[in-house]
């Protein structure tokens, strides 16, 4: 896929100032050092494009979007190299995001302590203080969307996230999985994975895509995967068709009906705990699987004896774990979209610094929390967001 030259973007820089393409117009334009700017037409038909330009600035390495809608749309130049967190992360859950598309659009009316609270977020993304990441989560929900609620929090997500991304749930609890198994072994795990969140492209995708390897300078090559991976996320959000949601409904009811089993029921605390565990590896033993034969684990027993003894160790599982312990002990009721809040707000919630969800999540997560250190990050409204994230800064 990427039989481009080898040439590196440095050598570029000494003669190009940016390259922009033009999706809507079929044509892409680069300007040279002297003044001068090329087109060229480029044969192809995206007149329907959400997006309608794509920029690198080969100064900044920036690169920058502009909507059909006139949006700019900015990420963080660090996106090719894909770096390490550097400042607080603030996991926002969806209906968080809606308020600040309400407040940055102006498309409905929010109340007053939401208003303000929103109002200090958003400048603390956009004095880059914070880091404010976009999950395949938050891409699911918006795109049951449609028309200009959907435009207007897609372009909100996009502004303030900045390039930022968390990495897809699944990814998260293999690598936790491979570290486990990988212990007092010569066996390595991808480091490439170890950051939760990150700039590099497809982050949020729950297959790790083929880019081109990096051995030190950034390349043509990466430049084009950057831009292919982030304008394809991009013009697909904006885009105003709805897509009908999918409807995740075997998994809830398997729980529900473990919830009100009577030989479930009637079982100890600690026998409640021991099962949930087991119900919780069990949801991911195909992952654990996978993981294990890149390894080269064959042995089963080992595998399942491993994960179940250090499961607390993991962060991401070990939470998940608890929360299924939790909901399962008090038979809370399950419902479809709870698969996306345990998955997306339960891996936030142990790598991110501030999780803003719902009342419920909030709630649940602050219980499964348990002896873990400092408290939960999880919070039920913006303003107390703001007030953790102040602690932060």
């Not at 794509?54 to 700019?72: L, S």
């Not at 570290?179 to 297959?207: H, M, N």
């Not at 709805?242 to 398997?254: A, D, F, I, N």
Request: proline share 5%; hydrophobic share 40%; net charge negative.
């Amino acid at each position: 896929m990427y039989d481009l030259p080898a040439v590196a973007l440095s050598e570029l820089q000494a003669r190009f100032t940016r390259i922009t393409h033009y999706p809507r117009e079929s044509k892409a334009e680069v300007c040279l050092r002297d003044g001068q700017c090329l087109q060229t037409p480029l044969g192809e038909d995206l007149t329907d494009s959400s997006l309608r330009e794509i920029t690198y600035d080969f100064d900044t390495r920036a690169i920058f979007m502009v909507t059909a809608r006139g949006e700019r749309l900015d990420i963080d130049p660090r996106v090719h190299l894909g770096s390490p967190r550097f400042c607080p992360v603030v996991y926002l859950d969806q209906a968080h995001w809606s308020t600040l598309a309400k407040r940055l659009h102006g498309s409905a009316q929010i109340n007053e302590e939401d208003a303000r609270a929103a109002d200090d977020l958003i400048s603390i993304a956009r004095n880059q203080q914070a880091i404010f990441p976009i999950s395949s989560g938050h891409t699911l929900e918006t795109s049951a969307l449609y028309n200009a609620k959907r435009q207007d929090l897609a372009s909100t997500i996009f502004q303030i996230s900045r390039g930022w991304q968390m990495r897809h749930p699944i990814r998260v609890r293999k690598y936790e999985m491979a570290k486990v198994l990988s212990k007092g072994t010569s066996r390595s795990v991808d480091a490439t994975e170890r950051e939760v969140f990150s700039t590099s492209p497809g982050t949020i995708d729950a297959d790790k895509p083929d880019g081109p390897p990096y051995s030190g300078a950034e390349t043509v090559a990466h430049l084009h995967f950057a831009l292919t991976i982030a304008s394809a996320l991009y013009d697909v959000l904006l885009d105003p068709e709805r897509v009908e949601p999918l409807k995740l409904t075997g998994w809830c009811e398997h729980h529900n009906r473990i919830a009100n089993d009577p030989v479930y029921l009637s079982r100890t605390r600690s026998q409640k705990r021991t099962d949930a565990f087991a119900i919780s590896l069990v949801d991911v033993a195909n992952e654990a699987l996978e993981v294990a034969s890149s390894l080269g684990i064959s042995d089963l027993e080992f595998v399942t004896s491993t994960l179940f003894e250090n499961l607390q160790t993991m962060p991401f599982l070990g939470l998940y774990a608890d929360v299924v312990d939790f909901r399962l002990s008090n038979r809370a009721r399950w419902v479809p979209n709870d698969l996306i809040d345990m998955l997306y707000l339960g891996c936030a919630a142990a790598y991110a610094d501030v999780v803003i969800a719902e009342k419920a999540a909030t709630n649940y997560l602050m219980r499964a929390w348990r002896e873990r250190p400092g408290r939960s990050p999880a919070v039920a409204t913006l303003s107390e967001g703001v007030d953790r994230l102040r602690d932060l800064l």
